[in-house]
Protein backbone atom coordinates (compact mmCIF):
# COMPACT_ATOMS: atom_id res chain seq x y z
CA UNK A 1 0.00 0.00 0.00
CA UNK A 2 1.04 3.65 -0.75
CA UNK A 3 2.58 5.26 2.77
CA UNK A 4 1.41 8.77 1.17
CA UNK A 5 -1.48 9.31 -1.40
CA UNK A 6 -2.23 12.55 -3.40
CA UNK A 7 -4.93 12.07 -5.15
CA UNK A 8 -5.15 15.34 -7.19
CA UNK A 9 -2.65 14.90 -10.01
CA UNK A 10 -3.71 18.65 -11.19
CA UNK A 11 -5.56 21.83 -10.03
CA UNK A 12 -6.02 25.14 -11.71
CA UNK A 13 -6.79 27.90 -9.08
CA UNK A 14 -7.71 31.68 -9.71
CA UNK A 15 -5.09 34.05 -8.03
CA UNK A 16 -5.86 35.35 -4.83
CA UNK A 17 -8.28 31.79 -3.72
CA UNK A 18 -7.67 29.61 -1.50
CA UNK A 19 -6.06 26.18 -2.07
CA UNK A 20 -6.46 23.38 -0.72
CA UNK A 21 -4.16 20.14 -1.82
CA UNK A 22 -5.01 16.76 -0.24
CA UNK A 23 -2.86 14.30 1.52
CA UNK A 24 -3.37 10.94 2.95
CA UNK A 25 -0.96 8.35 4.93
CA UNK A 26 -0.90 5.14 6.14
CA UNK A 27 1.00 4.45 8.97
CA UNK A 28 0.89 2.03 12.17
CA UNK A 29 3.58 4.10 13.96
CA UNK A 30 2.38 6.28 16.47
CA UNK A 31 5.37 8.88 16.11
CA UNK A 32 5.74 10.54 12.63
CA UNK A 33 5.89 13.43 10.68
CA UNK A 34 4.47 15.03 7.91
CA UNK A 35 6.17 17.47 5.57
CA UNK A 36 5.00 19.49 2.22
CA UNK A 37 7.36 20.55 -0.05
CA UNK A 38 7.03 22.73 -3.33
CA UNK A 39 8.95 22.14 -6.45
CA UNK A 40 9.02 25.11 -8.54
CA UNK A 41 9.15 25.02 -12.59
CA UNK A 42 13.58 25.44 -12.11
CA UNK A 43 13.38 21.90 -10.30
CA UNK A 44 14.63 22.86 -6.91
CA UNK A 45 12.70 21.42 -3.46
CA UNK A 46 11.46 24.29 -1.38
CA UNK A 47 10.21 22.95 2.25
CA UNK A 48 7.35 24.71 3.56
CA UNK A 49 5.41 23.38 6.64
CA UNK A 50 5.94 20.61 9.00
CA UNK A 51 3.31 18.45 11.35
CA UNK A 52 4.39 16.38 14.38
CA UNK A 53 2.06 13.52 14.61
CA UNK A 54 1.73 14.67 18.46
CA UNK A 55 1.60 17.97 17.71
CA UNK A 56 -1.39 19.41 19.54
CA UNK A 57 -2.40 22.06 16.74
CA UNK A 58 -2.03 22.78 13.10
CA UNK A 59 1.13 23.70 11.92
CA UNK A 60 1.30 27.23 9.71
CA UNK A 61 3.85 29.02 8.43
CA UNK A 62 2.91 32.87 6.83
CA UNK A 63 0.51 32.13 3.61
CA UNK A 64 0.27 28.02 4.30
CA UNK A 65 -1.18 25.67 6.96
CA UNK A 66 -1.59 22.36 7.36
CA UNK A 67 -4.75 20.80 7.92
CA UNK A 68 -4.20 17.70 10.70
CA UNK A 69 -6.91 15.25 11.10
CA UNK A 70 -5.08 12.62 12.84
CA UNK A 71 -8.03 9.82 12.97
CA UNK A 72 -8.58 10.16 9.18
CA UNK A 73 -4.77 10.06 9.01
CA UNK A 74 -5.00 13.04 6.51
CA UNK A 75 -2.40 16.20 6.34
CA UNK A 76 -3.97 18.69 3.87
CA UNK A 77 -1.74 21.75 2.99
CA UNK A 78 -4.02 24.69 2.62
CA UNK A 79 -2.62 28.10 0.31
CA UNK A 80 -4.55 31.06 1.49
CA UNK A 81 -4.66 34.22 -1.20
CA UNK A 82 -2.51 32.22 -3.56
CA UNK A 83 -0.39 33.91 -5.74
CA UNK A 84 1.21 33.52 -9.10
CA UNK A 85 4.46 32.35 -7.61
CA UNK A 86 2.68 29.47 -6.37
CA UNK A 87 2.27 27.76 -9.44
CA UNK A 88 4.33 24.62 -8.84
CA UNK A 89 3.95 21.12 -7.71
CA UNK A 90 3.64 20.24 -4.15
CA UNK A 91 4.86 17.05 -2.30
CA UNK A 92 3.58 15.91 0.68
CA UNK A 93 5.79 13.48 2.78
CA UNK A 94 6.35 11.51 6.02
CA UNK A 95 9.08 10.32 8.08
CA UNK A 96 8.13 7.28 10.14
CA UNK A 97 10.08 6.92 13.83
CA UNK A 98 10.50 3.23 13.45
CA UNK A 99 12.51 2.06 10.76
CA UNK A 100 10.02 1.35 7.97
CA UNK A 101 12.37 -0.60 5.76
CA UNK A 102 12.89 1.55 3.23
CA UNK A 103 14.08 5.13 4.20
CA UNK A 104 14.30 4.62 7.79
CA UNK A 105 15.09 8.63 8.30
CA UNK A 106 14.54 9.94 5.10
CA UNK A 107 11.37 11.05 3.96
CA UNK A 108 8.78 8.76 2.15
CA UNK A 109 7.09 11.42 -0.91
CA UNK A 110 3.77 11.34 -2.50
CA UNK A 111 3.43 11.31 -6.30
CA UNK A 112 2.57 15.14 -6.13
CA UNK A 113 0.13 17.82 -7.20
CA UNK A 114 0.81 20.67 -9.95
CA UNK A 115 -1.05 23.39 -8.73
CA UNK A 116 -1.38 26.42 -11.23
CA UNK A 117 -3.02 29.55 -10.38
CA UNK A 118 -4.33 31.59 -12.97
CA UNK A 119 -4.52 35.38 -13.16
CA UNK B 1 19.27 28.79 -1.34
CA UNK B 2 19.17 25.35 1.28
CA UNK B 3 22.89 25.28 1.71
CA UNK B 4 23.63 21.93 -0.19
CA UNK B 5 25.21 21.70 -3.24
CA UNK B 6 25.34 19.28 -5.92
CA UNK B 7 27.84 19.13 -8.84
CA UNK B 8 27.33 19.06 -11.82
CA UNK B 9 23.61 20.37 -12.67
CA UNK B 10 23.39 19.05 -15.90
CA UNK B 11 25.21 15.78 -17.45
CA UNK B 12 24.58 13.87 -20.77
CA UNK B 13 26.45 10.41 -21.14
CA UNK B 14 26.02 7.25 -23.22
CA UNK B 15 24.57 3.84 -22.37
CA UNK B 16 26.84 1.86 -20.40
CA UNK B 17 29.05 4.72 -18.94
CA UNK B 18 29.49 5.85 -15.66
CA UNK B 19 28.94 8.53 -13.72
CA UNK B 20 29.40 10.24 -10.00
CA UNK B 21 27.47 12.96 -8.76
CA UNK B 22 28.52 14.91 -5.70
CA UNK B 23 27.03 16.56 -2.71
CA UNK B 24 28.26 18.61 -0.23
CA UNK B 25 25.68 18.98 2.73
CA UNK B 26 24.99 21.79 4.71
CA UNK B 27 27.18 22.78 7.19
CA UNK B 28 26.72 20.86 10.41
CA UNK B 29 24.40 18.44 8.79
CA UNK B 30 25.74 14.84 9.45
CA UNK B 31 22.85 12.92 7.32
CA UNK B 32 23.05 12.87 3.30
CA UNK B 33 19.99 11.18 1.35
CA UNK B 34 20.14 10.50 -2.19
CA UNK B 35 16.94 10.36 -3.94
CA UNK B 36 15.93 9.77 -8.07
CA UNK B 37 13.02 11.36 -9.15
CA UNK B 38 11.62 10.62 -12.52
CA UNK B 39 8.55 11.10 -14.53
CA UNK B 40 6.83 7.61 -13.86
CA UNK B 41 8.40 6.70 -9.89
CA UNK B 42 8.20 10.26 -8.49
CA UNK B 43 10.68 10.79 -5.79
CA UNK B 44 12.47 7.80 -4.72
CA UNK B 45 14.68 7.27 -1.52
CA UNK B 46 17.82 5.61 -2.95
CA UNK B 47 19.98 5.80 0.08
CA UNK B 48 20.83 7.73 3.60
CA UNK B 49 24.73 8.07 5.15
CA UNK B 50 25.14 9.80 8.68
CA UNK B 51 28.46 10.87 9.57
CA UNK B 52 30.12 8.39 7.14
CA UNK B 53 28.19 5.42 7.41
CA UNK B 54 25.58 3.79 5.64
CA UNK B 55 22.30 3.62 7.38
CA UNK B 56 19.22 2.89 5.14
CA UNK B 57 18.90 2.18 1.49
CA UNK B 58 16.04 2.28 -0.58
CA UNK B 59 15.31 1.70 -4.35
CA UNK B 60 19.22 1.56 -5.34
CA UNK B 61 20.32 -0.46 -7.88
CA UNK B 62 23.07 -2.76 -7.96
CA UNK B 63 25.12 -0.83 -10.42
CA UNK B 64 24.58 2.43 -8.34
CA UNK B 65 26.39 2.84 -5.40
CA UNK B 66 27.43 5.68 -2.29
CA UNK B 67 29.53 6.65 -0.24
CA UNK B 68 29.90 9.74 2.39
CA UNK B 69 33.83 10.84 2.91
CA UNK B 70 35.68 12.15 6.33
CA UNK B 71 34.62 15.58 5.23
CA UNK B 72 30.46 15.09 5.38
CA UNK B 73 30.43 15.12 1.61
CA UNK B 74 29.30 12.46 -0.79
CA UNK B 75 28.74 11.14 -4.27
CA UNK B 76 26.92 8.46 -5.73
CA UNK B 77 28.32 6.55 -8.56
CA UNK B 78 25.94 5.46 -11.30
CA UNK B 79 27.39 2.27 -13.72
CA UNK B 80 26.78 0.58 -16.59
CA UNK B 81 23.94 3.40 -17.25
CA UNK B 82 20.82 2.62 -18.98
CA UNK B 83 17.99 4.97 -20.68
CA UNK B 84 15.64 4.25 -17.59
CA UNK B 85 17.89 5.76 -15.60
CA UNK B 86 17.77 9.65 -17.07
CA UNK B 87 16.51 11.26 -14.22
CA UNK B 88 16.86 14.20 -11.80
CA UNK B 89 19.07 13.05 -8.63
CA UNK B 90 18.80 14.73 -5.35
CA UNK B 91 21.17 15.12 -2.59
CA UNK B 92 19.45 16.06 0.53
CA UNK B 93 21.18 16.92 4.06
CA UNK B 94 18.96 17.21 7.51
CA UNK B 95 19.89 17.57 10.91
CA UNK B 96 18.44 14.58 12.00
CA UNK B 97 21.06 11.85 13.21
CA UNK B 98 19.34 8.61 13.31
CA UNK B 99 15.88 6.65 13.70
CA UNK B 100 13.85 7.61 16.52
CA UNK B 101 13.07 11.33 15.38
CA UNK B 102 10.77 12.25 13.14
CA UNK B 103 11.25 16.48 12.61
CA UNK B 104 13.73 17.78 10.81
CA UNK B 105 12.72 18.78 7.19
CA UNK B 106 15.77 18.12 4.89
CA UNK B 107 17.24 20.64 2.52
CA UNK B 108 17.76 19.37 -0.82
CA UNK B 109 20.39 20.59 -3.11
CA UNK B 110 19.10 21.77 -7.02
CA UNK B 111 19.48 18.19 -8.23
CA UNK B 112 21.51 17.03 -11.58
CA UNK B 113 20.02 15.79 -14.58
CA UNK B 114 21.08 12.88 -15.83
CA UNK B 115 20.27 12.06 -19.46
CA UNK B 116 21.65 9.27 -20.96
CA UNK B 117 21.52 8.74 -24.65
Known amino acids: AQKITQTQPGMFVQEKEAVTLDCTYDTSDPSYGLFWYKQPSSGEMIFLIY??????QNATEGRYSLNFQKARKSANLVISASQLGDSAMYFCAMREAMYSGGGADGLTFGKGTHLIIQP | DSGVTQTPKHLITATGQRVTLRCSPR?????VYWYQQSLDQGLQFLIHYYNGEERAKGNILERFSAQQFPDLHSELNLSSLELGDSALYFC????????????????FGEGSRLTVL
Open chain 2, 27 to 31: SGDLS
Open chain 1, 51 to 56: QGSYDQ
Open chain 2, 92 to 107: ASSVVPSGGSVNGELF
